[in-house]
């Protein structure tokens, strides 16, 4: 149990002591001053309430101080530091002028890398088209070669059938087939100066045909009589045509009338009376080079024209280069 101490100034004559503190804690001190010091107790409590209250307030208040000085610090710390750090030595700086991204011709816009694709692709399809189109041109340049090369040979070959001289018609075929064949040209220019149609043939043959069925005069009788025992006993086949002039003659006119002159010549120097066609064999003989001549050129003109451009194939679309601006070099203030 615990004791009291009567102190003065109690109500049996002194002050009470205070209770003793429990085992193992130590006694509060004393209030010192006057007799009043139990009625501040109150007091003193609310100072220490109204204390930790301010504290949270105040701990608040420090550290936004602290984070506005570390804010002002960093703000402040470019245009601060050329005042106590020695400005370097300025150095001249050459710096690639930076690369502005492809900008849209109708908008100003830089254009993404998904329009740049877009673009690079049409791009090839119209080198695409144009190749195509360039080869077509080609093409049809040869086709147009080749007709008109045909229709100078045609021009020429009518001239020459009707015996006409070939005006126009003799500088195409020098500018055309010149190089390609010129003794076809030349055999076709000297036909045409002394034409030969295949009417003079006819003629021609027409007034020969009676010489050739006899021998001519001043032939010896050993020449003669060899024809005569010739034609006495004739041995053929069946498909072989006769030698005798009387059927020879005809069979050469047919032949002309066909056009025929190659085998209307063969048989003409079969006939007894063959010397007698020597100016008539030499014209069909001219007749016949220039038609040959007019199939060379003919040929010429289908087989040697220019050959049409293959399009090699085109390469694999390849995606445009990604550009990348270069950094802008901060200036210090």
């Known amino acids: 149990m615990n004791d009291s101490v009567n102190l003065p100034g109690s109500g049996d004559g002194g002050e009470r002591a205070p209770p003793e503190s429990p085992v193992g804690m130590q006694p509060s001190p004393a209030p010192t001053g006057d007799s009043s010091g139990g009625a501040d107790m109150p007091v003193q409590r609310a100072f220490r309430e109204r204390r930790r209250g301010r504290t949270p307030w105040l701990i608040a208040g420090v550290m936004l101080a602290f984070l506005g000085g570390v804010t002002a610090t960093l703000l402040l710390y470019p245009r601060l530091a050329g005042w106590w750090v020695a400005p370097a030595t300025p150095q001249a700086v050459v710096s690639a002028a930076p690369v502005e991204p492809p900008r849209d011709l109708a908008g100003g816009r830089p254009m993404d890398a998904a329009r740049q694709d877009l673009l690079a692709v049409r791009m090839m399809e119209l080198e695409d088209r144009l190749a195509r189109i360039s080869v077509a041109a080609q093409t049809a340049s040869g086709n147009a070669t080749r007709a008109e090369g045909l229709m100078v040979a045609f021009a020429a070959r009518r001239a020459l059938d009707s015996g006409a001289p070939l005006g126009y018609v003799e500088g195409q075929l020098r500018l055309r087939f010149g190089q390609a064949q010129p003794r076809a040209v030349a055999t076709i220019i000297n036909a045409a100066r002394e034409p030969v149609t295949l009417t003079d043939l006819q003629g021609g043959f027409a007034e020969i045909a009676p010489s050739l069925a006899h021998s001519p005069p001043g032939t010896s009788w050993w020449t003669a009589f060899r024809q005569e025992a010739r034609n006495l006993v004739i041995i053929r086949k069946t498909a072989t045509p006769s030698p005798l002039p009387e059927r020879t003659i ?60 293959v399009l090699p194939p085109g390469p694999a679309p390849s995606p445009p280069p990604i550009i990348v601006p270069p950094p802008m070099p901060s200036s210090p203030e």
């Open 250 to 309: 005809p069979r050469i006119e047919r032949l002309l009338a066909a056009g025929r002159v190659a085998p209307a010549m063969e048989e003409v120097g079969r006939l007894p009376g063959k010397a007698a066609a020597e100016g008539w064999l030499d014209m069909a003989r001219r007749y016949r080079e220039a038609r040959r001549a007019l199939d060379l050129i003919e040929t010429a003109a289908i087989l040697e024209s220019p050959p049409a451009a």
